[in-house]
């Protein structure tokens, strides 16, 4: 026959939550099973609490349990398929809420856990962004342990099945019409546990170590480009998947030139009697060469010229983007006394003369606003 809930806790009837999770407390740390390796009785006497807890925890179970005993949970126990109230359902949360991984000392509740992932940042010139490159790596992140090999145990320990959900690596719990099925606490799902943990590891399968790896970055990427290198991220535990290594690329700012997708902008400034006249200018280009630009008579600030092919490579192609140059028509500055007198005489010569459409045609706009304005 069944003892009585309140019995095993060691509490009265009336106890508050408090006091009933105060008395789980003690007799769980004193009965599981992964303090008690191979131990029945002690099994048996944490299977039983754990049972009691989670009836006499809950405000509906715990009004049925008073009223008629263990009778009202027979047929549950019946239709859970070998289910065990005490060890499925809500025992996950039990356990995590007031132990966290006290219980799980040799890291097994997480032993089926596949690794997670590793981000690394990493900084490029916009040249490396247009040749690519192998760049290096450096981080430190969870590898498999070399003293277990990722197993877990120490030499010739051997895994066994989970005392908790007898190997299957999750537990079952009825509530009403509904099964709840959830990974098991005590094995996090691996349906094993480790007698005799690796110390240097403490049986988790891994430890943290300086990783070194050479990163292929391919011609053409762009800022924000992420890359990802699979099973280089933190070790799985006890042997677990690992997870994997992403690369994320940050183009840092050039001094000449600015990125705009596959094309590169290049602002060149002008001396203002070169864009009056014309000539011809020396550009340097992404890949270290120089290309010759011819500047037309009458340029203007702004006016963009493109030379073609000349721009970024383009991600997985062999192809190129354009470079485009910008003019920045420069204004002299700290003018000499002879060469203000020439200019003055320029603005003379021009007087009449349609030399500057743009600054003629908006003083005639505002000529005509006035106009309107006084009519």
Known sequence: MARDFYEVLGVKQDAKDDEIKKAYRKLAMKFHPDKNPGDKKAEEKFREATEAYEVLLDSQKRAAYDRYGHSAFQQQQQQGGGGHPGFGGSFADIIDEMFGNAFHG??????????????????????????????????????????????????????????????????????????????????????????????????????????????????????????????????????????DLYVFLNIKPHNLFKRQGPDILCKVPIQMVAAAIGGEIEVPTIDGSQANVKIPAGTQAGQQFRLKGKGMSVLRTTGRGDMIIEAEVETPVSLSKKQRELLEEFAQLGKGEKNSPESQGFFAKVKDFFDDISK
């Open 106 to 243: 040799a890291g097994s509740a997480q032993a089926s856990q596949a690794g997670a992932d590793v981000r690394y940042n990493l900084d490029i010139s916009l040249e490396e962004a247009y040749r690519g490159k192998n760049a290096k790596v450096k981080f430190t992140t969870l590898v498999c342990c070399t003293s277990c090999k990722g197993s877990g145990g120490e030499s010739g320990s051997r895994p066994a099945n989970c005392t908790a959900c007898y190997g299957r690596g999750k537990t079952r719990y009825q509530q009403g019409f509904f099964t709840i099925e959830r990974t098991c606490a005590t094995c996090g799902g691996a349906g094993q546990t480790i007698s005799k943990p690796c110390r240097p590891c403490n049986g988790s399968g891994r430890a943290r170590k300086e990783k070194n790896l050479e990163v292929k970055i391919p011609a053409g990427v762009d800022g924000g480009t992420r890359i990802r290198v699979t099973h280089e991220g933190e070790a799985g535990l006890r042997g677990a998947p690992s997870g």
